[in-house]
C-alpha cells in the first residue's frame, strides 16, 4: 500500500549524566574528583530520498528515537555521543511540527532537517572543583533530548503519471521504460496500487485504472483520483485497438470534472498504446477524431523499440525543460 500520511513521535537521545566518582588508589584514599562528563545524545533528522514507498516504515513504527548519551565514568572517562538517526523520507513530503504549528518541505535530496536535537551530556563532577570547593560531589544530569509530534504528508507521488482506463497498457509502458516490474495481465484492474519507476531521475507513477464513476467511488475508489492530484504531469494512455478514443478520453476526464481539485487543469499530454494492433489507416483515422482535444499526441507499441525511444526523450524533455 502506498501510504501518503503519517503522524509519528521523534525524540532526541538524552544526554548521558557526569558522574560524581573520586580517585582511591593504595597510596591514596582521599583523591580528588574523577568524574568525567556524559555524552551528548544523538539527534534526529528527516533527509529526502527518490524511495517513494519510505512512507511505509513508519505504519507500524510511530517512535523513533536517537542513541543516547553514555553516562561518565570515573578516571575521567568521557562518556559517549548518541549516535545521530537520520530517517529517509520520500521527496516532496511535507512535514509539520504539530504542536509548534510549523511546516517544512522535503525538495531535494540534499535536504537534511534537524528535527530533534539530542540533550546535552552533564559535567562529572571534576568540572566543579574549585579553590574553595576541592571535592564536589555534584555532577550534573544529562538534558533531556526533545521530542517532536510530526504529520508527514506526502504532497507529490511522481513527475509523470500514467492514466487511463483499466488494461490501456499502463503497466506495460512502466515496465519498459524503467525497472519497475508491474504486474501486467490482459484483463481490467490488474493494477490495485501505483508502481512507481525512477527513468533518468524523473519518477513514473502507472496508476489504477479509472472507470465511470470512480469520482463517486466506482471500481477501485476515488483514492487514486488523489494520486493523480499529487502528479506533475498526466500521460493518458488511449489503447488505440478500442472503438471510441474520443469517448475513452472523456469518460476519465468527466470523472477528473467530479473529483475537482483542478486536476483537469493539469498538463497533460494524450498517448496512442498499442499501435501494432491496427494498421496505419486506422491508427491516423482515429487521430484525426483526437485533435479536437488540443493535446499533443503521441504513439508507441511496447514492441517497437524506436517507439519506445523516442517517448522516454518526449517525457525527458517535458520535465526537464
Ligand atoms: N499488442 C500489444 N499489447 C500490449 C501493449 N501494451 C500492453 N499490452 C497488453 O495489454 C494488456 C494490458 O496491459 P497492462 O499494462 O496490464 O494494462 P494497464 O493499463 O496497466 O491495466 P490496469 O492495471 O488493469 O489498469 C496486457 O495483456 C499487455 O500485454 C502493446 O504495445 N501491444
Ligand atoms: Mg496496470
Not at 572543583?129 to 533530548?145: F, I, V
Not at 525497472?179 to 496508476?207: C, R, S, W
Not at 482515429?286 to 523516442?310: F, M, V
Request: hydrophobic share 35%.
Amino acid at each position: 500500500m502506498l501510504i501518503d500520511n503519517v503522524l509519528i513521535t521523534v525524540k532526541g537521545g538524552d544526554g548521558g549524566n557526569g558522574a560524581s566518582t573520586f580517585l582511591h588508589t593504595s597510596v591514596n584514599f582521599k583523591g580528588g574528583p574523577n568524574g568525567g562528563n556524559g555524552g551528548n545524545g544523538g539527534s534526529v533528522y528527516l533527509q529526502g530520498s527518490t524511495d517513494l514507498t519510505a512512507l511505509q516504515q513508519f505504519q507500524f513504527k510511530k517512535e523513533w528515537k536517537a542513541q543516547n548519551g553514555v553516562d561518565g565514568k570515573n578516571k575521567n572517562l568521557f562518556g559517549r555521543t548518541g549516535e545521530d538517526l537520520v530517517i529517509f523520507v520520500p521527496l516532496g513530503t511535507s512535514v509539520t511540527d504539530i504542536d509548534k504549528n510549523k511546516t517544512y518541505e522535503i525538495d531535494n535530496i540534499e535536504d537534511k532537517l534537524l528535527i530533534a536535537k539530542g540533550g546535552i551530556g552533564g559535567r562529572g563532577n571534576t568540572e566543579f572543583k574549585s579553590s574553595t570547593n576541592q571535592a564536589p560531589h555534584y555532577a550534573e544530569p544529562g538534558t533531556k533530548g526533545s521530542v517532536k509530534n510530526l504529520k508527514l504528508e506526502l504532497r507529490l507521488i511522481a513527475d509523470i503519471g500514467f492514466i487511463g482506463l483499466p488494461n490501456a497498457g499502463k503497466s506495460s509502458l512502466l515496465s519498459v521504460l524503467t525497472n519497475a516490474k508491474p504486474k501486467i495481465a490482459n484483463y481490467p484492474f490488474t493494477t490495485l496500487e501505483p508502481n512507481l519507476g525512477v527513468m533518468d531521475g524523473i519518477i513514473l507513477a502507472d496508476i489504477p485504472g479509472l472507470i465511470e464513476g470512480a469520482s463517486q467511488g466506482r471500481g477501485l475508489g476515488f483514492k487514486f483520483l488523489k494520486h493523480i492530484e499529487k502528479t506533475r504531469v498526466l500521460v493518458h494512455c488511449l489503447d488505440c485497438s478500442e472503438d471510441d478514443l474520443v469517448n475513452n478520453y472523456l469518460a476519465v476526464h468527466d470523472e477528473f470534472e467530479k473529483y475537482g481539485n483542478e486536476i483537469n487543469q493539469k498538463q497533460e499530454i494524450i498517448l496512442l498504446t498499442k499501435i501494432d494492433l491496427i494498421t496505419k489507416e486506422e491508427l491516423n483515422i482515429k487521430e484525426e477524431k483526437l485533435k479536437n482535444l488540443q493535446k499533443k499526441i503521441y504513439k508507441i507499441s511496447i514492441y517497437d523499440n524506436d517507439s519506445i525511444n523516442d517517448i522516454k526523450k518526449i517525457l525527458i524533455n517535458l520535465i526537464k525543460k
